[in-house]
Protein backbone atom coordinates (compact mmCIF):
# COMPACT_ATOMS: atom_id res chain seq x y z
CA UNK A 1 0.00 0.00 0.00
CA UNK A 2 2.30 2.29 1.11
CA UNK A 3 4.62 1.49 -2.52
CA UNK A 4 1.32 2.44 -4.20
CA UNK A 5 1.00 5.79 -2.33
CA UNK A 6 4.45 6.77 -2.98
CA UNK A 7 3.63 6.19 -6.95
CA UNK A 8 0.37 8.48 -6.79
CA UNK A 9 2.26 10.75 -5.12
CA UNK A 10 5.05 10.78 -7.15
CA UNK A 11 2.75 11.30 -10.35
CA UNK A 12 0.64 13.89 -8.56
CA UNK A 13 3.91 15.96 -8.45
CA UNK A 14 5.56 15.29 -11.72
CA UNK A 15 1.90 16.50 -13.41
CA UNK A 16 1.94 19.75 -10.26
CA UNK A 17 5.01 20.41 -11.63
CA UNK A 18 4.47 20.39 -15.43
CA UNK A 19 1.89 23.01 -14.92
CA UNK A 20 3.96 24.92 -12.94
CA UNK A 21 6.83 25.46 -15.41
CA UNK A 22 4.30 25.52 -18.45
CA UNK A 23 2.86 28.72 -16.59
CA UNK A 24 6.24 29.55 -16.01
CA UNK A 25 7.28 29.39 -19.24
CA UNK A 26 4.15 31.63 -20.63
CA UNK A 27 4.54 34.30 -18.22
CA UNK A 28 8.19 34.56 -19.50
CA UNK A 29 9.07 33.66 -22.61
CA UNK A 30 5.36 34.42 -23.88
CA UNK A 31 4.67 37.58 -21.45
CA UNK A 32 1.22 36.58 -21.25
CA UNK A 33 -0.39 38.36 -18.44
CA UNK A 34 -3.36 36.11 -18.36
CA UNK A 35 -4.23 34.42 -14.82
CA UNK A 36 -4.58 30.64 -15.21
CA UNK A 37 -8.18 30.13 -13.69
CA UNK A 38 -10.77 33.11 -14.61
CA UNK A 39 -14.48 33.14 -14.65
CA UNK A 40 -16.29 31.23 -17.01
CA UNK A 41 -17.76 34.25 -18.94
CA UNK A 42 -14.86 36.35 -19.09
CA UNK A 43 -14.28 37.53 -22.61
CA UNK A 44 -10.93 38.28 -24.55
CA UNK A 45 -11.07 40.38 -27.48
CA UNK A 46 -8.03 40.21 -30.15
CA UNK A 47 -6.51 42.75 -32.10
CA UNK A 48 -5.23 42.98 -35.02
CA UNK A 49 -3.80 46.57 -35.59
CA UNK A 50 -1.75 48.49 -38.38
CA UNK A 51 -0.25 51.92 -36.70
CA UNK A 52 0.03 55.02 -38.49
CA UNK A 53 3.70 55.62 -40.51
CA UNK A 54 6.40 57.02 -38.34
CA UNK A 55 4.88 56.12 -35.40
CA UNK A 56 6.72 53.39 -32.77
CA UNK A 57 4.35 50.53 -32.15
CA UNK A 58 4.95 50.76 -28.31
CA UNK A 59 4.03 54.22 -28.20
CA UNK A 60 0.96 53.66 -30.52
CA UNK A 61 -0.21 51.25 -28.38
CA UNK A 62 0.21 52.36 -24.97
CA UNK A 63 -1.12 55.65 -26.02
CA UNK A 64 -4.54 53.06 -27.17
CA UNK A 65 -4.53 51.64 -23.52
CA UNK A 66 -4.15 55.00 -21.82
CA UNK A 67 -7.18 56.43 -24.29
CA UNK A 68 -8.99 53.33 -23.18
CA UNK A 69 -8.44 53.09 -19.31
CA UNK A 70 -9.86 56.47 -19.39
CA UNK A 71 -13.18 55.29 -20.45
CA UNK A 72 -13.80 51.62 -19.74
CA UNK A 73 -12.24 48.89 -17.47
CA UNK A 74 -10.00 45.28 -19.06
CA UNK A 75 -7.09 43.49 -18.31
CA UNK A 76 -3.72 43.27 -20.45
CA UNK A 77 -3.34 40.12 -21.68
CA UNK A 78 -1.11 40.06 -24.25
CA UNK A 79 1.17 42.22 -27.05
CA UNK A 80 3.07 40.68 -29.52
CA UNK A 81 4.55 42.87 -32.53
CA UNK A 82 4.06 41.04 -35.90
CA UNK A 83 6.43 39.09 -38.28
CA UNK A 84 3.90 38.12 -40.92
CA UNK A 85 0.55 37.14 -41.16
CA UNK A 86 -0.48 34.04 -43.61
CA UNK A 87 -4.23 35.01 -44.84
CA UNK A 88 -7.14 32.72 -44.71
CA UNK A 89 -10.26 32.25 -47.58
CA UNK A 90 -11.68 34.83 -45.02
CA UNK A 91 -9.07 36.53 -44.23
CA UNK A 92 -7.20 38.38 -47.06
CA UNK A 93 -3.53 39.06 -47.29
CA UNK A 94 -3.45 42.57 -45.17
CA UNK A 95 0.05 43.68 -43.48
CA UNK A 96 -0.82 43.61 -39.17
CA UNK A 97 2.31 45.17 -36.75
CA UNK A 98 0.95 44.08 -34.36
CA UNK A 99 -1.41 42.13 -32.15
CA UNK A 100 -3.24 43.16 -28.65
CA UNK A 101 -5.39 41.08 -26.34
CA UNK A 102 -7.57 42.10 -23.99
CA UNK A 103 -9.75 40.51 -21.33
CA UNK A 104 -13.01 42.13 -20.09
CA UNK A 105 -15.81 41.04 -18.25
CA UNK A 106 -17.58 39.18 -20.35
CA UNK A 107 -19.68 39.50 -23.75
CA UNK A 108 -22.18 41.88 -22.75
CA UNK A 109 -19.93 43.96 -21.71
CA UNK A 110 -17.92 44.45 -24.98
CA UNK A 111 -21.68 44.88 -26.84
CA UNK A 112 -23.13 47.13 -24.13
CA UNK A 113 -19.81 49.65 -23.41
CA UNK A 114 -17.00 48.51 -25.95
CA UNK A 115 -18.44 48.07 -29.42
CA UNK A 116 -19.82 51.80 -29.32
CA UNK A 117 -16.48 53.08 -28.54
CA UNK A 118 -13.52 51.17 -30.45
CA UNK A 119 -14.25 52.77 -33.00
CA UNK A 120 -13.40 56.26 -31.94
CA UNK A 121 -10.24 55.21 -29.27
CA UNK A 122 -8.53 53.15 -32.97
CA UNK A 123 -9.03 56.20 -34.86
CA UNK A 124 -7.18 58.28 -32.83
CA UNK A 125 -4.02 55.75 -33.01
CA UNK A 126 -4.16 53.15 -35.40
CA UNK A 127 -4.08 53.31 -39.01
CA UNK A 128 -6.07 49.59 -39.57
CA UNK A 129 -7.85 47.67 -37.03
CA UNK A 130 -9.04 43.85 -37.04
CA UNK A 131 -11.15 42.39 -34.28
CA UNK A 132 -11.81 39.11 -33.57
CA UNK A 133 -13.40 37.84 -29.68
CA UNK A 134 -12.50 34.27 -27.90
CA UNK A 135 -13.78 32.57 -25.30
CA UNK A 136 -10.64 30.88 -23.64
CA UNK A 137 -11.14 27.39 -22.16
CA UNK A 138 -10.11 27.32 -18.59
CA UNK A 139 -9.41 23.86 -18.58
CA UNK A 140 -6.99 23.17 -21.29
CA UNK A 141 -5.09 25.91 -19.35
CA UNK A 142 -4.20 23.05 -17.20
CA UNK A 143 -4.78 20.07 -19.29
CA UNK A 144 -2.12 21.25 -22.42
CA UNK A 145 0.81 20.77 -19.70
CA UNK A 146 -0.90 17.75 -19.41
CA UNK A 147 -1.13 16.19 -22.72
CA UNK A 148 2.38 17.81 -23.57
CA UNK A 149 3.64 15.47 -20.72
CA UNK A 150 1.53 12.11 -21.89
CA UNK A 151 3.49 12.99 -25.22
CA UNK A 152 6.38 12.97 -24.06
CA UNK A 153 6.31 9.92 -22.23
CA UNK A 154 5.27 8.05 -25.25
CA UNK A 155 8.32 9.52 -27.01
CA UNK A 156 10.72 8.21 -24.22
CA UNK A 157 8.60 4.97 -23.46
CA UNK A 158 9.45 4.23 -27.56
CA UNK A 159 12.89 5.73 -27.42
CA UNK A 160 13.00 8.89 -28.86
CA UNK A 161 15.22 10.73 -26.18
CA UNK A 162 15.53 13.96 -28.32
CA UNK A 163 13.51 16.25 -31.25
CA UNK A 164 14.62 14.77 -35.27
CA UNK A 165 17.07 17.43 -36.39
CA UNK A 166 15.93 20.13 -38.56
CA UNK A 167 17.47 19.50 -42.28
CA UNK A 168 16.80 22.12 -44.47
CA UNK A 169 14.48 21.35 -47.15
CA UNK A 170 16.64 22.10 -50.40
CA UNK A 171 13.78 23.52 -52.97
CA UNK A 172 12.83 25.88 -49.91
CA UNK A 173 15.67 28.01 -51.17
CA UNK A 174 15.67 28.01 -54.79
CA UNK A 175 11.95 27.11 -55.85
CA UNK A 176 9.30 30.50 -57.01
CA UNK A 177 7.08 28.11 -54.78
CA UNK A 178 8.26 28.96 -51.18
CA UNK A 179 9.09 32.81 -52.31
CA UNK A 180 6.37 34.21 -49.71
CA UNK A 181 7.74 31.80 -47.04
CA UNK A 182 11.37 33.09 -47.92
CA UNK A 183 10.01 36.60 -47.15
CA UNK A 184 8.63 35.30 -44.02
CA UNK A 185 11.75 33.68 -42.86
CA UNK A 186 13.69 37.28 -43.58
CA UNK A 187 10.78 38.87 -41.46
CA UNK A 188 11.38 36.28 -38.72
CA UNK A 189 14.87 36.85 -38.57
CA UNK A 190 14.44 40.82 -38.49
CA UNK A 191 12.01 40.60 -35.24
CA UNK A 192 14.03 38.32 -33.12
CA UNK A 193 16.25 41.53 -32.66
CA UNK A 194 13.36 42.84 -31.11
CA UNK A 195 12.81 39.43 -28.75
CA UNK A 196 14.96 36.80 -29.27
CA UNK A 197 13.39 34.47 -26.43
CA UNK A 198 10.49 33.70 -27.54
CA UNK A 199 7.72 33.52 -30.50
CA UNK A 200 4.09 33.56 -30.02
CA UNK A 201 1.37 32.17 -33.26
CA UNK A 202 -2.22 32.87 -33.06
CA UNK A 203 -3.95 30.83 -35.36
CA UNK A 204 -7.97 31.45 -35.96
CA UNK A 205 -9.07 28.28 -37.59
CA UNK A 206 -11.87 27.12 -39.42
CA UNK A 207 -12.73 23.05 -38.84
CA UNK A 208 -13.60 20.52 -41.53
CA UNK A 209 -15.92 17.18 -41.19
CA UNK A 210 -13.10 15.35 -40.22
CA UNK A 211 -11.66 17.19 -37.81
CA UNK A 212 -12.17 16.95 -34.13
CA UNK A 213 -9.44 18.34 -31.77
CA UNK A 214 -5.82 19.41 -30.90
CA UNK A 215 -3.94 16.80 -32.86
CA UNK A 216 -6.17 17.38 -36.10
CA UNK A 217 -5.74 21.18 -35.69
CA UNK A 218 -1.79 21.64 -35.33
CA UNK A 219 -0.54 18.23 -36.28
CA UNK A 220 0.41 15.28 -34.24
CA UNK A 221 4.07 15.02 -35.08
CA UNK A 222 4.39 19.09 -34.37
CA UNK A 223 3.18 19.11 -31.06
CA UNK A 224 5.13 15.67 -30.28
CA UNK A 225 7.94 17.86 -30.96
CA UNK A 226 7.01 20.41 -29.12
CA UNK A 227 6.82 17.93 -26.22
CA UNK A 228 10.18 16.93 -27.07
CA UNK A 229 11.56 20.77 -26.83
CA UNK A 230 9.01 21.97 -23.98
CA UNK A 231 7.04 24.75 -25.71
CA UNK A 232 3.27 24.71 -27.12
CA UNK A 233 -0.25 25.68 -27.07
CA UNK A 234 -0.41 28.25 -24.37
CA UNK A 235 -4.34 29.11 -25.52
CA UNK A 236 -7.01 27.57 -26.69
CA UNK A 237 -10.17 28.94 -27.26
CA UNK A 238 -13.85 29.06 -29.15
CA UNK A 239 -14.15 32.47 -31.54
CA UNK A 240 -16.51 35.13 -31.27
CA UNK A 241 -17.25 36.86 -34.33
CA UNK A 242 -17.29 40.71 -33.71
CA UNK A 243 -16.98 42.64 -37.09
CA UNK A 244 -17.09 41.63 -40.59
CA UNK A 245 -18.24 38.23 -42.22
CA UNK A 246 -15.70 35.72 -41.20
CA UNK A 247 -16.54 32.98 -39.27
CA UNK A 248 -13.90 30.80 -37.55
CA UNK A 249 -14.57 27.77 -34.63
CA UNK A 250 -11.09 27.48 -32.45
CA UNK A 251 -8.08 30.42 -31.26
CA UNK A 252 -5.03 28.55 -30.67
CA UNK A 253 -1.89 30.73 -29.36
CA UNK A 254 1.39 28.47 -29.32
CA UNK A 255 4.64 29.20 -28.09
CA UNK A 256 8.32 28.65 -29.81
CA UNK A 257 11.49 29.19 -28.86
CA UNK A 258 12.04 32.28 -30.71
CA UNK A 259 11.69 33.48 -34.12
CA UNK A 260 15.46 32.18 -35.64
CA UNK A 261 13.96 29.05 -34.41
CA UNK A 262 10.89 28.78 -36.14
CA UNK A 263 12.61 30.31 -39.12
CA UNK A 264 14.80 27.29 -39.35
CA UNK A 265 11.05 25.10 -38.49
CA UNK A 266 9.69 27.26 -41.26
CA UNK A 267 12.15 25.88 -43.63
CA UNK A 268 13.09 22.27 -42.74
CA UNK A 269 11.11 19.49 -44.45
CA UNK A 270 10.06 18.26 -41.52
CA UNK A 271 7.73 21.53 -41.22
CA UNK A 272 6.74 21.62 -44.95
CA UNK A 273 6.14 17.59 -45.43
CA UNK A 274 3.91 17.82 -41.95
CA UNK A 275 1.85 21.18 -43.44
CA UNK A 276 1.31 19.60 -46.69
CA UNK A 277 -0.27 16.50 -44.60
CA UNK A 278 -2.73 18.67 -42.98
CA UNK A 279 -6.36 18.20 -43.27
CA UNK A 280 -7.36 21.09 -45.91
CA UNK A 281 -8.91 23.88 -43.49
CA UNK A 282 -9.55 27.94 -43.65
CA UNK A 283 -7.15 28.63 -41.28
CA UNK A 284 -5.61 33.00 -40.36
CA UNK A 285 -2.07 33.12 -38.73
CA UNK A 286 -0.14 35.99 -37.24
CA UNK A 287 3.15 35.67 -35.60
CA UNK A 288 4.52 37.53 -33.39
CA UNK A 289 6.77 38.69 -30.64
CA UNK A 290 5.89 39.16 -27.32
CA UNK A 291 6.17 42.80 -26.41
CA UNK A 292 4.08 42.90 -23.16
CA UNK A 293 6.44 44.20 -20.95
CA UNK A 294 7.49 46.87 -22.76
CA UNK A 295 3.99 48.10 -24.03
CA UNK A 296 3.11 48.08 -20.08
CA UNK A 297 6.25 49.99 -19.11
CA UNK A 298 5.48 52.89 -21.68
CA UNK A 299 2.05 52.75 -20.26
CA UNK A 300 2.67 52.68 -16.66
CA UNK A 301 4.98 56.21 -17.91
CA UNK A 302 2.21 57.63 -19.58
CA UNK A 303 -0.33 57.17 -17.04
CA UNK A 304 2.12 58.83 -14.14
CA UNK A 305 3.09 61.98 -16.79
CA UNK A 306 -0.92 62.02 -17.24
Known amino acids: MSILSAAITLIVLV ?3 QVYRYERLRRTSAQDQQVLFHRRDVFHLMIFFRVRDGDRLVDSVAQFLDLLAERLSYQLVYCGQAGFFVPSEQLEEHRWDGLLVLQLAN ?11 MPDLFAGVFADVYMHGMHRNRRFGVSI ?3 MLRMRIVDL ?3 RWQAPELKPMMLFKTDPEFEIWRQRVRRLHAIHEVN ?3 LVVYHLVKHDAAQSGLEDDLNKQLLMRMATLGHGPIHIGSTIAVEGNARFDRVYAVLYPSANYYAELIGSEFFQWNMY ?3 IMDRATLATVPIT ?3 SSA ?3 EQCAS
Open 15 to 17: CVL
Open 107 to 117: REDYQQRFAAQ
Open 145 to 147: PLL
Open 157 to 159: LQG
Open 196 to 198: PSG
Open 277 to 279: EQP
Open 293 to 295: EAV
Open 299 to 301: FSR
